[in-house]
């Protein structure tokens, strides 16, 4: 694991990270900064807890946005294709790939860690 310092909302931030991934995390924290920044900016929000919660949820829903987009699109591809056999379709997916959940429960986890004494995101 790496260790990297960022700036968010202009505090700083010990993130750790695996190896080879030091990209995403940039620009991950590059998104969650730029959300934070434009809420602050608005003038509306002050309280730094409540800025993370609103980017948090704002990201969450640009999220949810692309999934459905992203569903629906697979939907219709799918129903173009022939009836895959019940055994193949018994599980139930999740919306996120598997490697995609991770990481933002890692993040989650990671921006509670920052935020510490401010209070938890969720």
Do not use: W
């Not at 931030?13 to 940039?26: A, D, F, I, K, M």
């Not at 193949?88 to 959940?101: C, F, I, K, R, V």
């Amino acid at each position: 694991m790496k260790q990297i310092e960022v700036q968010i909302l202009q505090q700083s931030y010990l993130l750790t990270c695996p190896e080879g991934r030091e990209s995403r995390l940039l620009d991950a924290v590059e998104r969650v900064d730029t959300a934070m920044t434009r809420i602050r900016d608005a003038g509306k929000v002050r309280a730094r807890e409540r800025i993370a919660v609103l980017a948090a949820l704002n990201l969450a829903f640009e999220i949810a946005d692309r999934e459905a987009a992203d569903l629906a699109a697979g939907s219709a591809a799918k129903a173009a294709l022939p009836a895959a056999p019940a055994s193949a379709t018994g599980h139930q997916e999740s919306l996120l790939p598997e490697d995609e959940n991770q990481r933002l429960q890692s993040l989650v986890q990671r921006l509670d860690q920052a935020l510490g004494d401010d209070g938890r995101l969720l």
